[in-house]
């Protein structure tokens, strides 16, 4: 990176900046993803690019913090009975993809024709998954939470938990090895357990009563500086125990993720993480030497094909021998087939002890940098692929010659607290929806929901919509409930019709279509939440019983002008109604008012 002699070089932080801005909103609208905006910004702006920036391994080295950072927030995520519960996932499916993959990669690299030791180390080093990565992209997919995810998850910390054997066998494997004792290993190891010992105490009886003191000063920026010294002081306990920095962040965050300020914390160093992760893909992208791929394209080539397709075969294996479905198999093979910023630990701890030279360590750094690179291309590939997951059925029914007074059209939590309300009643109620789940999960509570989808008319003549006296659509998809609506009056003339809508255009088309009263779902809560308002200020009950009266009444005769005269005449009379509220005579200002939004509730 190109520097001023006096002061910081403004010119690479703003072009950092600048490129990050631009690449990766611009690939989020083409459906590309942020990380490989990343990438790519990288790429361009490095030294292989238009050569902003010389000396990419420096950013790499200061970035690698926003990995650090990121395992301390997944860390927050993950109580120590949830980690626990984990463990059969941790070192068992971990174990298992691992060891197969390290001896198929290796075995991938031997054919290639390195010497054994060699391609032991080659192999093992790009079975070491990107974590930036693969966590970047499950919550940009919403998977973090999910049990796939979380499978994921486990893998991730058995490989970060697996750099320091790697390491260390790394050193028995070198030239000269036998030189070192069996006393050094072995205070090696006790180094490392001492540090994950001295960690997990400083976690039990030390952090919190150091986040209480500093709450209790009620100085922000205090509270943000040990928030970065609880990631970064953990991560450098870890790194001079000769472990992983990323481990040392994760472990700290789950000792804190029992604690009454792990929101503050997570608060405190999300920027932080978010900003540094960000720098660490577009080194990523900046270390990406072209020259070394053009001088061995093929080798490059042919080992990112060959180690991808092996590993993503590897990784699908041993999915579905623990019984995974196909389509999770697949997305872990396809998340998962890359190298990682560990591999780049290991080929340069290789390439110190002799075990590899440079132009192998070149070559190989290249090949996972690529694999890297094309990962997010194939996620988006295998995205528009893949053909749409079909909802399970296990365990549910259709509706067929339901008889019941009420059909209740959509079972959320809209319709869940209507159908209450029948029953309170002992009305007979006939229920359909169309998310699986919520059908198995309405059972188990003792309703009887059954799986049916309100738009087609076959499922409403076997929901009893023929014989029912009143149908409730509590759909909460609006074009949807417009489609019910349509379908229902066309066919079961006659039988009321009352529908929930999302805001007052919405109720405008629902009573257009045919629906005999409409109610807008957020309406008579944010009345109600008024009235409490209006008494916990001073107001008695009676007065405010009739402010809110008022309201309804005059939103009434609003929502009755606009349906007949359109949304103009309903915005004059909010005005009058607003000049009424101030205790004077409406004015006509000089342009017109924003009309209010449609999403609303109002």
């Not at 409490?532 to 309804?552: K, N, P």
């Amino acid at each position: 990176m190109s520097a001023e002699s006096h002061g910081p070089d403004l010119v690479s932080v703003v072009a950092l900046l600048g490129a990050a801005v631009v690449a990766v909103p611009l690939f989020k609208r083409l459906g590309l993803g942020s990380v490989l905006g990343y990438l790519v910004a990288g790429l361009v702006i490095g030294p292989f690019g238009v050569g902003l920036f010389t000396d990419a391994q420096s950013i790499l080295h200061v970035a690698e913090l926003g990995v650090v950072m990121f395992l301390f927030i997944i860390g927050l995520e993950m109580e120590p009975s949830r980690l626990w519960a984990m463990r059969q996932q941790i070192f068992g499916l971990g174990v298992a993809q691992v060891g197969l993959c390290m001896a198929l990669l290796g075995g991938v690299a031997w054919l290639a024709g390195y010497p054994p030791v060699v391609a032991f180390v080659a192999g093992t080093g790009f079975v070491l998954t990107s974590t930036a990565i693969v966590m970047q992209m499950l919550e940009e997919r919403r998977m973090v939470g999910t049990k796939a995810g979380q499978r994921i998850i486990a893998v991730l910390l058995l490989e970060d938990l697996a750099i320091v054997p790697l390491l260390a066998l790394v050193a028995f494997l070198a030239p000269g090895a036998g030189e070192t004792s069996a006393l050094d290993r072995w205070q090696a190891v006790g180094l490392g357990l001492a540090s994950i010992a001295a960690l997990v105490a400083a976690g039990l009886y030390l952090l919190n009563p150091m986040c209480r003191l500093l709450a209790e000063a009620r100085a922000r920026e205090v509270m943000t500086a040990a928030a970065l010294l609880v990631v970064l002081g953990s991560a450098l306990a870890m790194q001079l125990g000769g472990l992983s920095m990323a481990m040392g962040a994760f472990l700290a965050g789950v000792l804190l993720s029992e604690s009454a300020f792990r929101h503050q914390l997570e608060a405190d160093v999300e920027p932080f993480r978010g900003l540094l992760l960000g720098l660490f893909f577009l080194a990523v992208g900046m270390s990406l030497d072209l020259a070394i791929i053009g001088a061995n394209w093929a080798l490059v080539a042919g080992g990112v094909v060959a180690c991808m397709v092996v590993k993503a075969g590897a990784i699908y294996a041993v999915a579905r021998a623990a019984r995974a479905h196909h389509r999770e198999a697949l997305e872990r093979a396809v998340l998962m087939a890359q190298g990682g910023e560990f591999a780049f630990v290991l080929y340069a701890a290789a390439a110190a002890v002799g075990i590899i030279d440079q132009p192998t360590n070149a070559v190989l750094t290249a090949t996972v940098i690529v694999s890297m690179v094309l990962t997010p291309a194939m996620v988006i590939l295998h995205d528009r692929m893949m053909p749409p997951a079909a909802p399970s059925l296990d365990g549910v029914e259709a509706p067929d010659g339901n008889e019941a007074s009420v059909l209740i059209i959509g079972f959320g939590r809209f319709g869940q607290i209507a159908g209450s309300s029948m029953l309170t009643r002992q009305c007979s109620i006939s229920v359909i929806d169309t998310d699986p789940e919520m059908v198995r999960e309405a059972n188990a509570y003792g309703f009887k929901v059954h799986y049916g989808d309100g738009t087609r008319l076959d499922i409403l003549h076997a929901a009893g919509a023929g014989r029912a006296q009143v149908i409730l659509c509590c759909v909460d998809d609006r074009d949807a409930a417009l489609r019910i609506i349509h379908l229902l009056k066309a066919e079961f003339r006659g039988i009321p019709v009352l529908a929930r809508a999302f805001d007052r255009e919405h109720a405008m088309r629902l009573l257009a279509a045919g629906a005999d009263e409409v109610v807008r779902e957020t309406f008579e809560s944010a009345l109600a939440i008024g009235r409490s308002a209006l008494i916990r200020m001073g107001t008695a009950d009676a007065e405010a019983e009739e402010v809110i009266a008022t309201q309804r009444r005059r939103d009434a005769e609003r929502f009755a002008l606009e349906a007949s005269q359109g949304m103009e005449a309903g915005r004059r009379l909010l005005l009058s109604h607003q000049a009424d509220w101030l205790g004077g005579a409406p004015v006509e200002p000089a342009a017109a008012p924003p009309q209010p939004p449609a999403a609303s509730g109002s």
